[in-house]
């Protein structure tokens, strides 16, 4: 890293020089960490956050003063990137009109996308091939405001306990909140709508074996002592923050790839910036291998068609 005065420096990233300007400026103030301390983060979980991203249409929650102020949510590539950085051009339907959106392929990408205040990198569930058809479906246990952690631990057993039934791998990780995320890669043989309709058939099977699950979608009818099985962040254009993302808030918390042997011991609170890049230093990426099978959706979609669940409307 080379200073270039004491407004900005550099980062030798890969085969690219990223400048970081103003690396002082404090972005986390529960625990003084500043912008640069920010792109050193993505640095040390470089492989993790680059296989997260990948080819995927990304939107960035940018934070230009630090995240005690004004969040942009960013679906067009900002302006001033340079000619080395990648997108895809996406469609938005109800809109009729398109975005291109970063499309990360390297690591310089990434602190590219921090030097423009991004602390946060929400990328589709789809890669840029074909976006209309996923390969990624994401089980999402969102407790509600009177669930306990407690309690997302139990519906997570449940989840890996349907899981192994399908013989399917699920890839558990941290939201960086109060939640729980399973990722698993599928064949990109189905578009948005029947990947929504295989998580709900999946979700209403996990609610059916544990009294702390719901699948109800519409915020007045869910229990608020319950974990909402969360089917719809498998929508088009749903995002929720990548494996190893900064979440926006002071604490700059992580989400942060788990083992299933760690769902009873996690502290999801105690997974910051600060702490994650020597955990990935001793553990390395516990999502290395998410990529070597992809499973089918056709059982799920089956029980689905038997179980009568329809794909609701967005």
């Known amino acids: 890293m080379a200073a270039k005065g004491s407004s900005a420096v550099e980062l030798e990233v890969g085969d690219h020089v990223v400048r970081v300007s103003n690396p002082d400026r404090v972005y986390f103030p529960a625990i003084g960490a500043t912008k640069l301390d920010l792109a050193r983060y993505y640095l040390s979980v470089g492989d993790g956050i680059v296989r997260a991203l990948r080819d ?38 109800r809109y009729d009109r398109h975005a291109d959106e970063l499309c990360v392929t390297r690591l310089a990408d990434v602190v590219w996308a921090v030097q423009m205040s991004t602390v946060e990198f929400h990328p589709w569930n789809s890669r840029r ?57 599928i064949r990109p043989d189905w578009e948005f709508g029947e990947v929504r309709r295989a998580a709900l058939a999946f979700a209403r099977e996990v609610e059916r074996r544990t009294p702390e699950a719901t699948t109800a979608w519409w915020r007045k009818d869910r229990d608020p002592g319950k974990v909402f099985v969360d089917f719809n962040q ?17 604490e700059a918390t992580v989400s942060t790839p788990i083992g299933w042997d760690e769902i009873d011991t996690v502290r999801p609170g105690e997974l910051t910036i ?26 799920l979609l089956d029980r689905a068609e038997s179980d009568g669940v329809e794909n609701p409307s967005e």
């Open 129 to 185: 091939a074909d976006t209309e058809r996923p390969d990624e479906w994401r089980v999402d246990l969102d407790p509600m405001p009177e669930c306990g952690f407690d309690k997302v631990r139990r519906v997570a057993h449940v989840v890996r306990e349907v899981l192994d039934e399908l013989g399917i791998v699920g890839y558990p990780k941290t939201s960086g909140g109060a939640g729980l995320h399973v990722y698993v890669r």
């Open 234 to 250: 498998n929508a088009r254009d749903h995002t929720i923050a990548s494996a190893y993302s900064v979440r926006g808030v002071p």
């Open 274 to 299: 600060a702490t994650v890049p020597a955990r990935f230093a001793e553990l390395g990426d516990l999502h290395a291998t998410i990529d070597d099978q992809a499973f089918s959706l056709e059982t």
């Open 56 to 93: 995927r249409p990304c939107m960035l929650h940018r934070f230009p003063k630090g995240v005690a102020g004004e969040k942009v949510h960013q679906k067009r590539l900002p302006s001033g990137a340079p000619p080395w950085v990648r997108t895809v051009r996406v469609h938005f339907p």
